[in-house]
């Protein structure tokens, strides 16, 4: 891919191809780079067990916290195991189980976006797709436990939204977050999903852009050609981010940590934009 330099800045566009690479890491990666002793936790309690969501109980500098996100695969066996990322209402309960379970023992909530959204299928409409996503904002959002986001790649629509009303929300520098993919924005807006790499432009979906606009509120540096190219570093980038962060939201006040989150999540759409 061309712009891999410091002198050549990515375009959106590139920014989007890498952070939907298949050889990006993804949250299996993080679990096993960032925490010991994870303990997986599968199913609803309703259904079924959602592979495209992953979750547990792990280690994190020997404290414990509760560990959520999506999961891609890495080849064409395992994506299609996890539904290419896109979960069903299952993942979303199997999610939400896993948040009350955080709240219920003072654990920190540490979540990890890269979806293309959840998945639209008629089947996960009739299953109550929407509830679930709407159940995991409104309990997420009143946690009093602290919580964080990273996007490692793909954010895309109330998928992603669904694990990401956190108080810090931290990207990776080639991440990107939007209300739906490049595609459905050209496709709708001109009626012609071929002009998606514009639409990449103007939807100011990039880690930078969200920034900038005060959503994202600390881009991960990655290396040149992606984090795929060196995880052990995005590893280590995030772990301090995430030990500085958990350190600055462990000094609050429940009532206050609740009351910032909501001002944040409040305000998103009308802040004025960040001065560089």
């Known amino acids: 891919m061309s712009g891999l330099t410091p002198e050549c800045p990515l375009t959106p566009s590139q920014r989007m191809a890498l952070a939907r690479r298949a050889d990006r890491p993804n949250v299996s990666d993080y679990v096993t780079g960032l925490f010991s002793d994870f303990f997986e936790q599968r199913g609803d309690r309703l259904d079924r067990e959602d592979p495209s969501i992953l979750g547990g109980v792990a280690l994190f ?32 309960r199997k999610a939400l189980r896993l948040m009350e379970q955080a709240e ?17 299928g008629l089947e996960a409409e009739a299953q109550g797709q929407g509830a679930a996503i709407a159940a995991n ?16 790649g793909e954010g895309g629509s109330g998928g992603a939204l669904a694990l990401g009303v956190s108080d810090r ?7 990107t977050y939007a209300v739906l993919s490049p595609e ?35 881009v991960v540096p990655e290396p040149i050609g992606g984090a795929q190219a060196n995880p052990t570093a995005i ?23 609740v009351a910032q989150r909501y001002r944040k999540y409040r305000t998103v759409g009308t802040t004025q934009r960040r001065k560089t």
């Open 61 to 92: 500098h020997g404290r414990p916290v509760t560990v959520i996100g999506h999961r891609k695969g890495h080849d064409l066996g395992e994506s299609i195991r996890c539904n290419f990322g896109m979960p069903g209402p299952q993942g979303y």
């Open 104 to 120: 219920k023992f003072g654990r920190p909530l540490i979540t990890f976006i890269d979806t293309p959204g959840a998945y639209p």
């Open 137 to 152: 904002l409104a309990v997420m959002s009143r946690l009093t436990v602290p919580t964080l986001t990273v996007v490692t």
């Open 169 to 175: 929300i931290l990207m990776l520098e080639n991440a």
């Open 184 to 218: 459905g924005f050209a496709t709708i807006l001109w009626k012609d999903s071929s002009r998606a790499e514009e639409a990449c432009s103007l939807m100011r979906l990039t880690a930078h852009d969200l920034a900038d606009l005060g959503i994202a509120d600390e």
């Open 235 to 257: 590893f280590l980038a995030l772990d301090d981010a995430l030990q500085r962060h958990l350190l600055q939201l462990g000094q609050l006040s429940t009532r206050t940590l």
